[in-house]
Every structure is written in C-alpha cells, then in structure tokens.
C-alpha cells in the first residue's frame, strides 16, 4: 500500500486551506496551524476566475460556494472622467462555455467557511487554532514545528502557507526587501440599496485613470458592491489591510472622478487603506522537506485578481505531487515548485504590468484616452493578457 506523508501547515488563509482540503482527500495527514483564534478574513470582495474554481470544483466545494456568490455577466473598463465604457469580456455563461467552470466574485468570509467546514468534514480536529507557528527544524527524516504555546508538532513536510510576511520563508531564506510600489489602495464594501439605481448591475468595473484605478464588482447576491481605489501617492507606506482610512481622504485622493466613483466612496461606511510593495520572483521556495505556497512564495500587487487563485492552484498541484507514487519528500516538493515557479513568476510580473496600463498618463487627454483604452483593451490584446491565465488546469498540469 501507498503511504502518504504527514503534512504541517502554517497559515489557515486561502492557500493553506485549500492545501489542507487537497492534501486530506488524497490520504494525507494533515495538521494546519492558524494563530487567529477563528478563521476570518477581512470584509471584502475576492474574484475567483475559472482557473480557481476549477480546482474548488476538483475539491468538492464548488457548488456550495456558489449558493454564496455572485455569477458577474461580464466586465466593462470605464474612462475616470468621462465615464466612457468598453467592453472587456463576458463572464457567466462565457466563463463556462470557454473555461468550462465559472468566474466567482466572493466575499471572503464565505470562501473561507466554506473551505473550512470542507477541511473539518475531512478530519474534524485538523485546524488548530490560536497556534502561532515562531520556528522550525528540519532533519532527513522529519520536520519539527514550534508553537508560540511552547508545543511541537511533527511530520514529514512542512508548508508555509503564512502569507506576505510569512516566517517560515524567513526561517528559510532569511529576511525580504520588500519595495513600495509608489502606490496606495483603498477598499470597502457598499451596500448596493445605496447607490444609484443605474449601478446596481450584474457587471465588474474596472476605471482607468492617469496615476490610479478603481475596481468594483457586486458580492453576496448582489446585496453589496466591493470597491478598490489604487491612487499613486508616497504619504502612506502601511502594508496592513486594516488600517482604517477617512471618507474625505478617500474622496480627496478621487478628486475629479466621475460622479459614479464617488457615488461609491460616499457609501462606504468604512474605507481601509494600505500600501502596496512588491517583491522580486523568488528563485526557488523549498529547502528539504520545507515548502511555501500562495502569498509566502509569489505576493503580487492585486491587478489581475489572482493573488489567491495561485494560492489556491498551488494547494492542489501541491498535494498532486505528494501523492505521487515515485520519489521522497524533498523529490515531490522540488517537483511541486517547478510545476509552479515560471506560472506564478508569469502572474507577478503580468500583475505589475497593469500598473502602468491601468494608471496611464494617456489617460489624462480626452482623445488619447479613447485611442489608448481601444488599443489597449482591443480583443486580441486582453486574449493574450487573460487567456493563458483562465485555461490553466491544476487538476491535470503536468509535474
Ligand atoms: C486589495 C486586494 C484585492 C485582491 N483581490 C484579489 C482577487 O480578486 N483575486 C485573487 O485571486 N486574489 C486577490 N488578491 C490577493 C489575495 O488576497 C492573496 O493572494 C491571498 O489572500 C493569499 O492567500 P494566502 O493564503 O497565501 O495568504 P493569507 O491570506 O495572507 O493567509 C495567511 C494566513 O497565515 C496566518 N499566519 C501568518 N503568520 C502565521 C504564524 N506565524 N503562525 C500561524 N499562522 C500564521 C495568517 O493569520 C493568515 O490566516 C487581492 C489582494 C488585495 C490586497
């Protein structure tokens, strides 16, 4: 009989839950550490295109996260001033025809719940709560985790899935440079009964403008709209995503916006802000029987809404290849990471990419800004900006 190794995992976010649920369902055991008392995740939208779902689908979970999300028909891109709208693609039907499984816009709450009641219908006592992870040690034969608590737990291979400032990378590979980005983002969530009747649509939204953009996409059946607003601007270099901002600063940052975009900031019962850094692509993420995943390995800035959908591909390719029936530990973790070094590589520089397309200074000038957004977001030239990203399938990519 084949026998499957035990598996730690730091970090009960998007990506180590997914893990978890993928490496319980091929014979794995799985211990995950979460130092929050409860699974929560911060109060705003996340959008899941067909490369993730797919994968939640593989997992079981699919359907059950659909009763809690929202189908979008489709995408437009808006000119900041004049309001002006293209087309970007349609989403909803086309989603499935084309990619076969649909384009998500969740609330991350739901899309946590419903990852964990998975995990727990797998093994009820496999997330550990209030577990801080500050250490580890590895030998040939085993890893060795360390508790803020005093505790240790043991295992075969350990998984940092402990996000942007994980520990276990620094454990590894010792301390980042992060770099700011120039660029600082605002969230929040609307409820959609405040806005003006001719935004409560079915649609995501994406407004370009010279040195900013704003996103936004319906949630929770269409109860509430999620916003994001990137503006450039040096003042404010918190990477945190809950550092409370003020509606008259967030509006201030959109002066000059059309009315639509600050119909939103005036809803916003709360805005948040935090900076946005950027890391290099890092040249390899696994020592031994040690390995990372999702934000730990490859955090991007959020301009292709796949920041998560990596994280949630690598919980699966990851459990793939510690389920195969050739190799040690080390072996299938080596093999994991160059299934997935060059795509997220691809991902990171693709997002960063978008800085300069969304917040061009092209932007500025009526007739430029017409000429640009058509050539920009002409068919062929977002087909080869998405496609590659959307026909992905971590349930059959070669490893
Ligand atoms: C504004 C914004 C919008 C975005 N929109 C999208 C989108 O539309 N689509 C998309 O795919 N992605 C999006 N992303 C990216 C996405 O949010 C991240 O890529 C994703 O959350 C990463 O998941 P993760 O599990 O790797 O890390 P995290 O979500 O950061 O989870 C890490 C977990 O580890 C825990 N942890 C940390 N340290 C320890 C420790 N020492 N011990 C134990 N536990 C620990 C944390 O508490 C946390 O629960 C967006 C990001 C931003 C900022």
Redesign the pocket.
């Known amino acids: 009989m084949r026998s499957y190794p035990r598996v730690l995992i730091?970090?009960?976010?998007?990506?180590?839950l997914t893990a978890a649920l993928a490496l319980l369902r091929m014979g794995c055991e799985v211990e995950l550490?979460?130092?929050?008392a409860e699974l929560r995740?911060v109060g705003?939208?996340?959008?899941?295109a067909a490369n993730?779902t797919r994968v939640l689908y593989a997992l079981g979970v699919g359907e059950e996260l659909r009763a809690l999300s929202c189908e979008a028909e489709g995408k437009e891109i808006r000119i900041w001033n004049s309001g002006e709208t293209w087309k970007l693609f349609d989403l909803g039907k086309l989603s499935i025809e084309r990619y076969g499984y649909p384009y998500f816009t969740v609330y991350r709450p739901d899309l946590l719940s419903v990852l964990e009641r998975a995990v727990r219908r797998e093994k009820r006592g496999a997330i550990h709560l209030g577990?801080?992870?500050?250490g580890f040690h590895q030998t040939d034969e085993k890893v060795t985790l360390r508790l803020e608590t005093g505790a240790t737990l043991e295992g075969e291979v350990l998984v940092g899935?402990?996000?942007?400032?994980?520990?276990v990378r620094q454990g590894l590979f010792g301390a980042d440079k992060p770099q700011f980005t120039g660029i600082v983002?605002w969230?929040g969530i609307v409820p959609m009964d405040r806005l003006p009747r001719h935004m409560v649509r079915m649609v995501g939204t994406n407004w370009v403008g010279p040195g900013g953009h704003v996103v936004h996409y319906p949630l929770r059946a269409g109860a509430v709209m999620n916003f994001?607003g990137a503006l450039e601007r040096s003042d404010w270099q918190v990477e945190s995503?809950s550092a409370r901002g003020s509606t008259a600063e967030l509006a201030a940052d959109f002066a000059g916006w059309h009315d639509d975009v600050h119909a939103l900031i005036r809803n916003i019962p709360q805005p948040f802000k935090?900076a946005l850094m950027v890391r290099p692509p890092m040249p390899a993420w696994t020592k031994g029987r040690v390995t990372l995943?999702?934000?730990?390995c490859h955090?991007m800035v959020?301009f292709l809404?796949?920041?998560?959908?990596?994280?949630i591909e690598d919980g699966l390719v990851l459990a793939r290849a510690l389920a195969l029936p050739d190799g040690d530990v080390p072996l299938k973790l080596l093999k994991y990471e160059s299934a997935r070094r060059e795509r997220t590589r691809r991902t990171v520089e693709g997002s960063a990419d978008n800085i300069a397309r969304f917040h061009n200074r092209a932007l500025a000038d009526p007739q430029k800004a017409r000429d640009y957004v058509a050539r920009e977001w002409a068919g062929q030239s977002v087909a080869s900006r998405y496609e590659w990203l959307f026909r992905y399938d971590a349930v059959t990519a070669p490893l």
């Open positions: 730091a970090g009960g976010g998007i990506g180590g550490c979460e130092q929050a995740e705003a939208g996340i959008q899941l993730g577990a801080r992870c500050t899935a402990d996000g942007v400032h994980s520990g983002a969230r994001v995503w935090w995943l999702g934000d730990a955090s959020p809404a796949q920041g998560a959908v990596m994280a």
